[in-house]
């Protein structure tokens, strides 16, 4: 079991697009219903990346671009439903329209919202917050995590530990 020194907070680096696809898968396997991610980041920052590899995780297929202009993109087929959110468009006006995303944000389901800085206040008590650096190398990232609740610290701890246990092999087998 991974130690947790910084308590709620967790910093990792990737290294590439292919490693944020998969750390991504890796949470959508673990994710559990009523899990909702919060996705921050500049643009190009990797937040629809991220959300791919989720999605592949729930046993969807890959999500190629954000719902920017529909705002929310509906995927029922998968391991559990996921509802997967762009609040770009919308930017500070996003709170006004709060009333539109409550199904998706308190349902039992699993929610993945990009710009949800802009809803902040309305987020559920229980989520993950990750937020999205790009680095100097083309494809790196830092990424931060921080869990809220009980539910998000549960998954984010078996998260952390999966991905651990696909580091490792993957260094034993190059």
């Excluded at 009523?34 to 969807?60: D, H, P, W, Y």
């Excluded at 509906?74 to 996003?94: F, K, T």
């Excluded at 790196?140 to 539910?151: D, F, M, N, P």
Aim: proline fraction near 3%.
């Amino acid at each position: 079991m991974t130690e947790w020194p910084l308590g709620n907070v967790h910093l990792l680096t990737l290294d590439s697009a292919d490693a944020t696809i998969q750390f991504g898968r890796i949470g959508g396997e673990v994710a559990r219903p009523g899990i909702v991610f919060c996705l921050n980041g500049e643009l190009g920052a990797g937040k629809t990346t991220l959300a791919s590899g989720i999605a592949q995780g729930l046993g969807l297929d890959a999500v190629t671009q954000s719902p920017t202009f529909t705002l929310v993109a509906e995927y029922l087929n998968g391991r559990i439903p996921m509802y997967h959110m762009d609040l770009y468009r919308l930017s500070e006006q996003a709170s006004l329209e709060i009333d539109l995303f409550d199904e998706y944000l308190y349902g039992d389901g699993v929610c993945i919202v990009e710009w949800a800085q802009w809803i902040q206040d309305f987020l559920p008590d229980d989520r993950l917050e990750l937020t999205i650096h790009k680095l100097d190398k083309p494809d790196a990232r830092e990424i931060q995590v921080i869990s809220y609740g009980k539910l998000a610290m549960d998954v984010f701890k078996e998260w952390i530990d999966r991905w651990s246990s696909w580091q490792w092999i993957q260094q034993q087998t190059n």
